[in-house]
Each structure stands twice: as structure tokens, then as C-alpha cells.
């Protein structure tokens, strides 16, 4: 049937109009997009920006109960994790940022202040560490964000009401930051995080070896070169490489910046000097070397997909283990059907049970 010629036009709307379901969920709470400009990574090995992206979610709370203070949760991202990737959304599902403020929209849920920070770097990530192979990220999130975050915005100022949450690398961040900083945070939620290095990442290390022989003359030198050269086409060994590179840059690297491997790029044989570096930063032994740290939390969430590709829930496990060793007895770990990716879902769910223990006493 054809089309009449004198059908009136609809109007198109206006700049910043929200369409509305499916394509947005309009947001009951307030997303900030600020920035920061940070003194430590100022001189990082990789030239990397110093001036940092920061999203603050606001809960609808903030602003109709002016003279209330909230508890602070620093949510951090995996691997190869850019800010505004928390927008992205997957088919028929929310975006991380929309799932955040649907936990908040319920007056059944305690209401706090989550920050979003960006601890990318050009090798993919950062382990949220200070490092001389990638920067002083852990300091970045610690000694700047945070004082920054807690001058700014209502927060309950203190170690008992701050938390950190994460997935992947994220996840790893939220455990070890707590047992760094104890007099900053009291709080972890890890989605996924990686621990139990020989189960995450030694499998991974023969394969880095056979790619960099078969397709890179041995050398991740000439890797990075093609990989930057090739922008928007990535290979399936992309992302061990790329792993494996960026690990070391984060747990081993010389005092000049260079990352050392735990692993002879040319034969596959394990440097143990080396390794024993990685160990120092695994979660695990890290609970065990802590313990005093580990004793001081009072709020622990681990989970993990019982398929995961990287056995990170034989890794959450493991934590769980570590920490009742040294007498933490209260963790909650949950397992459930999946693999690593795509359980954004359960993001809320560790943000619930820090928020829950956090408003005990306020």
C-alpha cells in the first residue's frame, strides 16, 4: 500500500529527552561525570593521562534528606576496563549503571554513595597497584580519590563505613586494597576476582610462549607493535598476551618499569625469583601475610561462576579459606551457573550486602 504523500511528520524530540525503556532506564538517583587530576600518576613509565575520568552515583536519598551522611563504596573495573564502559549494555538486559540505581530505587535497601574510578592504563590495566610498570594507582585511589570523594560529597568519613567492590581485576582490587589500606576501608565485594595464581594465570603462561614463537619471532615487542597497529581487528591469543604482559608490568616489574616475566619467553621455564613476586600478590598468601589487616573486616562477599574460564571461583574459594585460617569466619561466598563473563547481574548483589552491614550502626 502506498504511502500517503500528506502524512504529517512526527516531531523529533529534544536533546536530552530519555526515550525510555529498553533503550534507558531513566535514573532515580544522580550519575555525576567528574574528573581529577592526580599528582601520583603524573609521571607514570607509560605516559598514560594524569587527569582522570570519575563517575559519583548519588542515591535518590541524597537528595531528599539533606542533612544525611552515607557510607562510600569504590567500584572498580576488570580488565581492559575504560569508565564509560559501565553504560554498555548487553542484550535484553540493564546496564551495570541502571542495575546500581535499581538497588537503590528500593526503600528496602540502605542507601550509599558509589565511585566509579578509572585505573585504566595502556597496557589494559592497573591491578589497582602502584607499580613502576604501569603507576601509582593504588596511592591514586587512596590518597587522592578518596579525600577528594569524602571533601566533596556527604559521606560517613570513616573506615567503618567504606567499602570497595569489583569484578575480575576489580574483584582482585577489592581484596587486596582492604589489606593494604585497613585504615581506609572496612568493606570487599569481588566478583570473580583473580586469586589462586597457578589455577588464573600459570596456565596461560605456556601459551603466551607457543603465540610469541609461531607469530612473533619470540618477542612481545613486536606483539605490541602489531597489536596497536591493527586497531579494531583483535585475534583470539590477543588476550593472553596481553594478560600476561600487563600482570608482570603490575607484579614484577624493574625499578625502571620494564616488565619481567615469570617465565622464559624462549623455552617456557619458570623463573622462580620471578614467580615468587606474583605469589606475593595473590590474595591468598596475602590474607595469610596480612592477617591483622584480614581480622579488621567487617563485611566480605566472594562469588563466582562455577564455569568460570579462569577457575576464579576455585580462587574465591580459596580466599575463603585463607581468611578463616587467620579467624575471619564471617564471609559470604556464593557460586552459582556461569563463567566469567556476562554476570553483571550480580554486581548489586555484593553492593546489597556491604550497604546492609554498613547501616548496622548508623
Known amino acids: 500500500m502506498e504511502a500517503s504523500r500528506d502524512r504529517i511528520p ?5 536533546p536530552g529527552v530519555e526515550v525510555g525503556a529498553p533503550w534507558a532506564y531513566p535514573m532515580r538517583g544522580e550519575l555525576l561525570e567528574l574528573s581529577i587530576d592526580s599528582v601520583v600518576l603524573a609521571d607514570n613509565t607509560l605516559h598514560d593521562p594524569a587527569r582522570r575520568p570519575l563517575y559519583v552515583y548519588l542515591p ?9 551522611r552515607f557510607p562510600s563504596i569504590y567500584v572498580l573495573q576488570g580488565m581492559t576496563g ?20 535499581q538497588l537503590f530505587s528500593d526503600p528496602g535497601i540502605p542507601p550509599a554513595i558509589l565511585v566509579f574510578v578509572d585505573c585504566w592504563t595502556s597496557l589494559g590495566g592497573s591491578q589497582f597497584l602502584d607499580s613502576p610498570g604501569t603507576g601509582r594507582y593504588h596511592s591514586y585511589l587512596c590518597d587522592e580519590v578518596v579525600p577528594a570523594i569524602d571533601a566533596e560529597f556527604r559521606t560517613v568519613a570513616d573506615r567503618e563505613h567504606r567499602g570497595v567492590a569489583g569484578k575480575s581485576s576489580g574483584g582482585y582490587g577489592a581484596m587486596v586494597t582492604p589489606l593494604l589500606r585497613p585504615d581506609l576501608f572496612s568493606g570487599l565485594a569481588s566478583h570473580a576476582g583473580d586469586a589462586l ?6 596456565p596461560e603462561f605456556p601459551q603466551t ?5 609461531d607469530h612473533y619471532q619470540g618477542a612481545f615487542a613486536n606483539f605490541w607493535q602489531d597489536f596497536r597497529a591493527r586497531q579494531g581487528r583483535s585475534l583470539p591469543t590477543d588476550h593472553t598476551l596481553v594478560n600476561s604482559y600487563c600482570m608482570a608490568a603490575c607484579y614484577s616489574a624493574a625499578a625502571d618499569g620494564t616488565p619481567e616475566m615469570p617465565f622464559s619467553v624462549e623455552t617456557g621455564e619458570m623463573i622462580s625469583g620471578i614467580w615468587e613476586r606474583w605469589l606475593e600478590w595473590d590474595p591468598v598468601r596475602m ?18 561462576g562455577r564455569s568460570d574460564e579462569f577457575h576464579l571461583e576455585v580462587g574465591a574459594g580459596a580466599v575463603r579459606a585463607a581468611l578463616e585460617r587467620v579467624g575471619v569466619a564471617d564471609v559470604r561466598l556464593e557460586l552459582f551457573d556461569g563463567g566469567h563473563g556476562g554476570i553483571e547481574y550480580r554486581y548489586p548483589i555484593g553492593i546489597r550486602h556491604l550497604v546492609e552491614v554498613f547501616s548496622q550502626d548508623l
Open 82 to 101: 575504560q569508565l564509560d564502559m559501565w553504560r554498555n549494555r548487553s542484550a535484553f538486559r540493564r546496564t551495570p549503571l541502571e542495575l546500581y540505581d
Open 10 to 14: 512526527p516531531k523529533l524530540g529534544r
Open 60 to 68: 535518590p536519598a541524597y537528595r531528599t534528606d539533606s542533612e544525611r
Open 209 to 213: 610462549v607457543r603465540t610469541l614463537r
Open 197 to 202: 595464581f597457578e589455577f588464573c594465570y600459570l
Open 287 to 304: 590474607v595469610a601475610n596480612r592477617a591483622e589487616a584480614a581480622a579488621r573486616l567487617r563485611a566480605i562477599y566472594l562469588d563466582g
